[in-house]
């Protein structure tokens, strides 16, 4: 087909698609139908230590249907998107201060003399900027981190690959397909792979050669995928998925980056964000810290580097209003997302639903079961969409399923991590409202780039799983 017939073709789908509120909108009533049909239900909990943290955690087969029915009327789904606001509120006001800081930051041009001294430093070389940095995201992710903690780094990428001739959205992929897809593929992390260590009893930080495979696997195939699309834009920039979007916190001119020049004030307010990100990830290894804390970090930030470059009381006000006034459709967003939680909560239908899928994993063959685990986790990470959260409700039902069809625990802890972990990017009640909000892309978009990676990588856990369990690994 003919490449500018092709392009037509798109665009005309794209508009077709509806605008990202309204999928938000139709799915929250979606999951309030739901509630109609779904006979309410719970497991019973016991608490049990987790890394040094008491946490509720679901017991095996205790699973219970209501005789209190709890549909959703109209008035609990219409004030749904308020309470996904107030229950998504750690969320939101980081938005709210983490935006508006780094449009401060922006603003000093630092960010823009820095990148315009690294791309005369790389020349040619700039393209090693993508599978380098990705690589170091998904590391860190993969080891200790969680991934929320990079949001700040966008703007940065963003402005480098710009520069470099692409488009901000390659160095949204980085930060945000590197962070991500590391911690799908995670090697040591606490969040997901020592807790669900901990819940199945087995020793933690075991088969981390392993680990370490799929890790690359993971990483090389997300490489060459945002490769693929880098390549693409810079041959053909009206090929862009941002093309023709308002991106004001991403505003920097390739055409004008000789200009920029690095002064001593610029000089200290790099030194100013390096060291807050170190302060940041120490808090967050050391200490535990959580958005509250990260938020006061890059509020610091925005400000220091705003008085150090002079900027009046009244300039660094008016900045940070207009930084926040475009973060209020980010932030917009990750209530609405979260009000589709606070409906399947009004309802008491999630231990319902969770129920139904593993009762289905007992019908299938034993050589397709642990497939099936993956998909069911799969589907489990709409409804559950934290990974500490989802370990303690479904690894105690999985880990007694996998013992009963002769399922090593450790396959059962490999496949929980895989289904928890790639489809954070896709459903929109987990981090995929939130990260699209952040650069201003239309969550429609991003699935059209994101869904086939998406296939690509369910394949290749499905493959790895399927193969362990053929030479029985464990």
Not at 329 to 353: H, K, Y
Not at 423 to 433: D, H, I, K, Y
């Amino acid at each position: 087909m003919d490449k500018t017939k092709e392009n037509k073709i798109l665009k005309a789908f794209l508009k077709l698609m509806p605008n990202q509120f309204v999928i938000l909108a139709f799915t929250t009533i979606l999951m309030a139908v739901l509630t109609y049909i779904v006979i309410p239900g719970n497991y019973e909990r016991k608490t049990i230590d987790i890394n040094g943290v008491t946490q509720s955690v679901v017991v095996a087969g205790t699973f219970e249907e209501s005789d209190n029915s709890k549909p959703v009327d109209l008035l609990s789904l219409l004030t749904a998107p308020y309470r996904g606001m107030i229950a998504a509120a750690s969320i939101v006001f980081f938005l709210f201060i983490v935006y508006p800081s780094f449009y401060l930051l922006i603003k000093t041009e630092a960010l823009n003399g820095f990148i315009s001294l690294l791309i005369k430093i790389l020349g040619n070389r700039g393209w090693i900027i993508i599978p380098s940095f990705t690589l170091l995201f998904g590391l860190l992710t993969s080891t200790i981190l969680a991934g929320p903690e990079f949001y700040g780094f966008i703007p940065l990428f963003a402005g480098i690959t710009i520069a470099l001739g692409y488009d901000a959205f390659v160095g949204f992929c980085i930060v945000v397909l590197g962070s991500f897809i590391g911690f799908t593929a995670a090697i040591t992390n606490p969040f997901n792979i020592i807790t669900a260590q901990t819940i199945a009893e087995i020793p933690i930080y075991s088969d981390v050669l392993l680990r370490f495979i799929i890790f690359i696997l993971h990483m090389s195939i997300t490489i060459f995928w945002i490769m693929k699309y880098a390549s693409m834009v810079k041959k053909n920039p009206e090929l862009s998925i941002v093309k023709g979007l308002k991106l004001e916190v991403f505003s920097i001119d390739k055409n004008n980056m000789g200009e920029y020049k690095i002064t001593i004030r610029h000089i200290l307010v790099l030194i100013t964000f390096i060291t807050s990100m170190i302060i940041l990830f120490y808090g967050v290894i050391a200490y535990k810290w959580a958005m509250m804390q990260m938020a006061g970090i890059f509020f610091g930030m925005g400000i220091i580097s705003a008085i150090i470059m002079g900027f009046s009381p009244n300039k660094i006000a008016d900045e940070f209003l207009f930084g926040m006034k475009n973060s209020v459709v980010t932030a917009m967003i990750s209530g609405v997302s979260r009000g589709i939680l606070v409906v399947l909560e009004d309802g008491d239908i999630i231990d319902s639903i969770m129920n139904g899928i593993v009762s289905v994993l007992y019908t299938l063959p034993t050589w397709l079961t642990a497939v099936g685990m993956l998909i069911a986790q799969t589907i489990i990470n709409f409804f559950i969409p934290s990974a500490t959260g989802q370990a303690m409700t479904t690894m105690p039902i999985m880990i007694g399923l996998s013992d009963l069809l002769n399922i090593s625990r450790e396959l059962t802890v490999l496949v929980f991590q895989f289904g928890d972990g790639l489809s954070n990017l896709l459903w929109p009640t987990s981090a995929t409202a939130v990260v699209c909000a952040l650069i201003g892309i239309p969550i429609q978009k991003w699935w059209k780039f994101y869904f086939p990676l998406f296939l690509v990588l369910l394949l290749l856990e499905s493959a790895i799983v399927i193969f362990l369990s053929i030479i029985n690994f464990w």
